[in-house]
């Protein structure tokens, strides 16, 4: 065989551990097993959590009159128009042209970090996290820093150790609200405390990823722009989690620059997303008909997460060696594995526990090495006999 291609060490040290555990569990559905898949985030994926069907009526319809071209590259007016009512509803002064919709909040961070980030910058993210906000900063020869959820305080802010970490570097503070993976969901106070943090240093914007803001299981949600008079705030917002349409890969991020200070890096920002052209057309239709219809399904949707949400929390407190905070929205559970030994290897328990059980979850060092680690991740999406056969084999791997 001849010499393979270099590969850049841009591509080469990327991970992303929620699909990374596919590839065995691959292999071993085509060895003809079948998996309890529990590790990615798509409602989906499972029963009685679909995409409202006056959303796909409006995106089919697209198709039929043709709407299959180029659409404006910061998104439909329409649709920026009503984003920025949604956010105005959330208590901040969101003007349509604050907003461009992407492909996702995915294609959001990427623009955002080519726009913000240069060589030895830094971004400063809850540990543990969503995946990507560690990956996509160092191809811009940034770095991420975690800063500290505090894992026996149901995973709240560890304001300290974000003052600890601040410094002229850190470019993006990034706030996961409610947070992937552990489904907690900061108070007002530690909201305030962070951007009074921020407000400290004049370069520093910070990044709300708010995806999961309608999956609260109360009231309790509250958007940072809406807090902040004087921070740059950046929120990120689409259809993937509160509309229950992931694969239409429409996302949002809307800017809020109360002294104008991002104008350049705006300008920036502008410049990537016309190279890139646009989002979706149709795919659009279908997110501003969500976005303006009825409500009342998305209420039925929470309460059956809620309802297997609590199934899980009853069955892992059952279960000798597991242990978890209760969530207060989105879909995740964060689990600590209590046995000392499992704690040390969280990765080859989920490899060993699919091997054995054909259960498939996420290793919580797949999140954060320093302060995810000993956890795996599982939703809590699947009907409830679903996840009640899951819990059987991990109660038996477990007493094995
Ligand atoms: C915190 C967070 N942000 C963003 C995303 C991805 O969003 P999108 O589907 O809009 O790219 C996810 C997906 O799991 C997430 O958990």
């Given at each position: ?76 007016n ?24 992407t ?70 503070l990034?706030l ?61 917002n689409?259809v ?30 502008e ?52 242990s ?10 964060f ?5 000392p030994?499992?704690q ?40 409830v ?9 991990i ?6």
């Amino acid at each position: 065989m001849s010499e393979p291609v270099k590969v850049s060490n841009r591509a080469s040290s990327i991970e992303y551990a929620i699909r990374d555990v596919v590839v065995p569990a691959i292999e071993l559905e085509e060895q003809g097993h079948e998996i309890i898949r529990l590790n990615i985030g798509d409602p989906l994926a499972y029963d009685g959590l679909p995409t409202p069907i006056h959303m796909i009526d409006e995106y089919k319809k697209a198709l039929e009159r043709q709407d299959n071209g180029y659409g404006p590259s910061y998104g439909l007016n329409e649709l920026r128009k009503a984003i920025s009512k949604s956010e105005i509803s959330k208590g901040w002064n969101c003007k349509p042209d604050d907003v461009y919709v992407t492909h996702g909040v995915t294609e959001a961070l990427q623009v955002i970090f080519a726009a913000f980030l240069e060589e030895g910058d830094t971004v400063l993210a809850p540990g543990p996290h969503y995946p990507p906000y560690m990956a996509y900063p160092q191809m811009y020869g940034a770095k991420t820093v975690e800063y500290r959820l505090k894992s026996s305080e149901e995973w709240k802010i560890d304001l300290d150790d974000i003052s600890n970490k601040m410094n002229d570097s850190v470019k993006l503070l990034v706030l996961i609200n409610p947070n992937n993976p552990t489904g907690n969901i900061a108070s007002s106070s530690e909201i305030q405390d962070l951007i009074n943090i921020a407000e400290k240093w004049p370069n520093c914007t910070i990044i709300a990823d708010e995806i999961y803001d309608g999956l609260a299981f109360s009231d309790n949600f509250i958007s940072a722009a809406s807090l902040s008079k004087n921070v740059p705030v950046i929120t990120l917002n689409g259809v993937s989690k509160v509309y229950f349409a992931p694969g239409w890969r429409i996302g949002y991020m809307a800017w809020h620059d109360p002294n104008h200070t991002l104008r350049l890096v705006r300008d920036g920002v502008e410049r990537i997303l016309r190279s890139r052209l646009c989002a979706s057309t149709p795919a659009q239709y279908g997110y501003l008909a969500g976005l303006c219809g009825p409500k009342d399904w998305l209420d039925k949707h929470r309460k059956l997460t809620e309802e297997r949400m609590n199934f899980c929390l009853k069955r892992i407190n059952e279960i000798d060696g597991l242990s978890c905070e209760s969530p207060k929205g989105a879909f995740y559970l964060f689990v600590r594995l209590t046995n000392p030994e499992h704690q040390r290897n969280d990765k080859k328990w989920v490899l060993d526990l699919l091997h054995q059980e054909h259960v498939l979850v996420v290793h919580g060092s797949g999140f954060s090495p320093e302060f995810g680690s000993g956890h795996f991740r599982m939703v809590c999406l699947p009907p409830v006999p679903v996840l009640e056969e899951a819990f059987r084999r991990i109660e038996r791997f477990l007493s094995s």
